[in-house]
């Protein structure tokens, strides 16, 4: 069981007073890419006994965790586990989305004002609009926490890092470097040692990264808890399909895993002490879309053309309303009306949503449709819930469709297909080290129990949005 963990505190002196109290010289918080349950249960026979196993055998593991929003990715869901809350506060609502003021796409964090280093990206987290587990770390230690972020891609370093971060470093995978950004300012000097060496397994590259700045930067090495988050990987190549879960090149994924996170346990005991650490490990929670063959099977399925269907709405509407380019663009799943043309032609907005769904509900693939009105305004349901914490007023579109399972968003513009699948599937929330006690908890949960969780062992303020208590054991 969880030891209990005193009050809270602030920054300041009270802090400083507080902090020589026992807590974490280490947090050590993991996000693996697709990881699954059920994949890690199958392939366990494989693994060695100082990784994976060692996790599932001594940490505290609930079995059964989910994200509470719809629509998660891998930014989104990093956003969320380490802001304590949903889209719809922290305003990550996935990798890329409709600027609807240049009605442009936009990555989540892409910032034209920083400079790239070892990379031509630019990259800050400013879309990110509220606090993180790290910012709110140094708030607490006036600074002196040290907190850094290794991932594979940049939105994960990047959001996982926040705003104070000293560092995040993100793979540029054609020159075999480390990439930064100018927004956290100089690079580590250590980042010269951090090169790939030759290793095709970025897992690898991930843990070995990892030690390296743990020993550089002297994380763990005083009585102030500093905060390490890592980004793994346990997605197969692309194209592959993991329908049957059981090929030689996801068992593989998967023992690779295992042995970089062997690899970092072991570092991470012989630099500061496992008693000493204490390492939260999850997943990202989304399951990649794959090609499908079930007409093959007789299984319904079909293709919902989004700009086809954005074409034939305006149409519709011009023939009700009169001329005028009433959808003004489109997204993944997210149609965007012209607001300024409703209100030139004194429209009532709640009639033409209306209109939208009638429309909508009769067009081939349309399982549900959703208005921002509906999203913000209407009636709570639990289908609906998860659907309004993905939406953000700014940046999501005014109607979102939710297309059948078991067909595919294409988008013929960006040449873009998703095949779309509701199935549930579970992934696992380990908290492991720091003299827990080994638990196995099957009572489903959500991820905005982490960042509060974590704040409470390091006795901090837990993220600004976060109005979810911590768990209790």
Partial sequence: MLLAAPSFVGGGEEACAQVSQAVPRLVVGIAIDQLRTDYLETFAPLYGE???????REGVVYTSAQYASAGVDRASAVASLYTGTVPYSHGIVGEDWMDRQTLRPVHCVDDFKQRGVNTQETTSPQHLLVST???????????????????????????????????????????????GTSYYGQAPAATRLMMNTGTDNVNEWVSRTATTLI?????????????????????VSEGYSTRTGQSVELEQVYVRLDAAIAQLLSEINKRIGLDKTLFFITSTGYEPSEPSALDTYRIP???????????????????????????????????????????????????????????LFQYSGVRDVYTSTRLTQGAWTPGISRIRNAYHPKCSGDILIQVNPGWSLVNEDMAQSRFVRDSYFEFPLIFFGYGLKAEK??????????APTVAHYMRIRAPNACSTAPLSF
């Fill in 301 to 359: 399925t079909g293709a919902l053309q989004i700009n086809r269907c954005a074409a034939l709405l305006n149409m519709y509407l011009t023939a009700i309303y009169g001329n005028g380019q009433y959808v003004e663009s489109y997204y993944g799943n997210q149609l965007y009306l012209n607001h300024k043309l409703i209100e030139q032609k004194q429209l009532n907005l709640t009639e033409v949503f209306k209109t939208c769904e009638d429309f």
């Fill in 133 to 179: 587990l790290g910012d709110e770390l140094k708030v607490a230690t006036d600074g002196r926490a040290l907190v850094y972020s290794v991932a594979p891609s940049r939105e994960a370093a990047v959001l996982s890092a926040g705003h104070a971060a000293d560092y995040a470093l993100w793979m540029n995978r054609k020159s075999g470097e480390w990439a």
């Fill in 50 to 56: 100082d990784g994976l196993k060692r996790l599932m």
């Fill in 215 to 235: 020993q550089y930067a002297s994380m763990g090495a005083d009585e102030t808890p500093d905060l390490l988050t890592l980004c793994y990987d346990a997605s």
């Fill in 441 to 450: 908890v099957q009572t489903p949960i959500t991820m905005d129990v982490v």
